[in-house]
């Protein structure tokens, strides 16, 4: 629980997060020793702190070339206190909000690669351990190992400070927390790979993530907008998946499962994203879609027009095929099937979409209304094939199959698009 403030509070000491961290579980194992014989301190984080600050100066002491940073520790160290009797009250005291924050901006350094980032952070800020990021990944320990370890000789090697960024590197900066974050929340709540539908774990470690960025940068809309969003979307997790593990379709969930809290959070957040003005970034805009949902207690409810409107001012502010193939979908819901597939039809030469399933997913659905069920079957069996995701195959499949069967009989089937939701 006092992980990431631990080593947080120790980077800023020492300059090295791959240090800090060594000296946290070195910590961690004195309480170990310790702590059954004379009981958890009332304040366990600032003992920790304390006991880790002082394996920092014991290994600064045997490095002659590191003396002045000795020094430096040893004398932060005795302002605080450093009698047989330590004042834990004042070990955790002044700055943790900071050293939380230049922690969260170097695990996310742009320096570093994308895959790396995401591991550092859930690591370090996370406290996820090595076995858990690589399960959660489906990726072997040693990979993750290796990842977390390159990343922090490369942030030894480019010598990056741990710190906050100044106002005019701040935005790139935070760009690329928010995009850490978001990557994590997204692989929880549509994995890309495995057998599960979803991983509501790391749902819940991105949500919580963000909610303390928000508490650190109140006045950053955009870290708003993207809890706005993350709120939202994890409110529906309950409903996204049968008993069996079976993923059910935004427009077949039970809406009644939605969670009303998390709705009401996410809602709050967007309110105070806007009152930033951050109303037109581009997380904040994907609240809004997300909100037009959470609002629509019944599918029949859903304002498709506004949410096609807020996807082409989401287009025109970061444009993406994906997110026009999105807008396709709020467009087909709006104005009808063909229209939908018309703007589909146009993204098909797209090379970023050339290998993305929900390509031939919408398009399959979008000929199924239309009553071209031999062509939608074409296409579920080309998502089947595209998809890494166990469960996503087998929803393809299925409706591959249904297509097959519509052919047969003739005529066009009904139901709303193939949004996971």
């Known amino acids: 629980m006092e992980s990431a403030r631990l080593i947080a509070g120790l980077a800023r000491y020492t300059g090295d997060i791959g240090l800090a961290e060594e000296l946290a579980q070195d910590a961690v194992v004195a309480a170990l020793e310790q702590w059954p014989e004379s009981g958890v301190p009332r304040n366990s984080g600032a003992w920790l702190m304390t006991v880790a600050k002082r394996r920092a100066v014991d290994l600064f002491r045997r490095n002659r070339e590191l003396r002045s940073k000795y020094a430096q520790i040893g004398r932060a160290l005795e302002a605080e206190g450093d009698g047989v009797t330590p004042d ?127 508490q650190l940068m109140p006045a950053e809309p955009e870290v708003h907008g993207l809890v706005a969003l993350m709120e939202i979307q994890a409110s529906r997790v309950r409903a996204r998946a049968a008993p069996s593990g079976a993923p059910i379709l935004l427009l077949d969930q039970d809406r009644a499962s939605w969670d009303r809290l998390l709705i009401n959070r996410g809602l709050a957040a967007l309110a105070r994203a806007g009152e930033l003005g951050g109303a037109r970034g581009p997380y ?81 659905d979008l000929l199924m209304k239309l009553g071209r069920a031999a062509e939608a079957r074409a296409e579920f069996e080309r998502a089947a094939a595209l998809t890494r995701n166990t469960r996503e195959r087998e929803l393809s499949a299925g409706r591959a199959r249904a297509a097959q069967a519509r052919a047969a009989q003739g005529g066009p089937a009904q139901g709303g698009p193939a949004t996971p939701g």
């Open 88 to 214: 834990f009250d004042h070990a955790f005291s002044g700055g943790i909000d900071d050293d939380l924050l230049r922690l969260i901006f170097t695990a996310c350094h742009p320096v570093l690669a994308v895959q790396a980032r995401v591991a550092l952070t859930l690591r370090l800020l996370g406290g996820l351990t090595t076995a858990e990021i690589a399960r959660a990944y489906l990726v072997p320990e040693p990979t993750i190992a290796q990842r977390i370890v390159r990343a922090k000789k490369a942030l030894a090697r480019a010598r990056v400070p741990v710190e906050v960024p100044g106002i005019e590197e701040r935005p790139v900066r935070l760009s690329s927390v928010l995009e850490v974050i978001y990557l994590i929340f997204n692989e929880g709540y549509s994995a890309t790979a495995g057998d599960d539908w979803m991983r509501p774990e790391l749902c819940a470690d991105a949500l919580r993530l963000g909610r303390v960025l928000a």
């Open 284 to 364: 904040a805009l994907q609240a809004a879609i997300a909100a037009c949902h959470a609002r629509a207690f019944r599918p029949e409810d859903t304002d498709w027009a506004r949410i096609a409107g807020l996807y082409a001012i989401l287009a025109e502010v970061t444009p993406s095929p994906v997110i026009e193939l999105n807008r396709a979908v709020a467009v087909s819901m709006a104005s009808g099937p063909q229209a939908g597939l018309d703007l589909v039809d146009a993204l098909a030469a797209e090379p970023a979409l050339r290998d993305y399933h929900l390509l031939p997913s919408v398009r399959g």
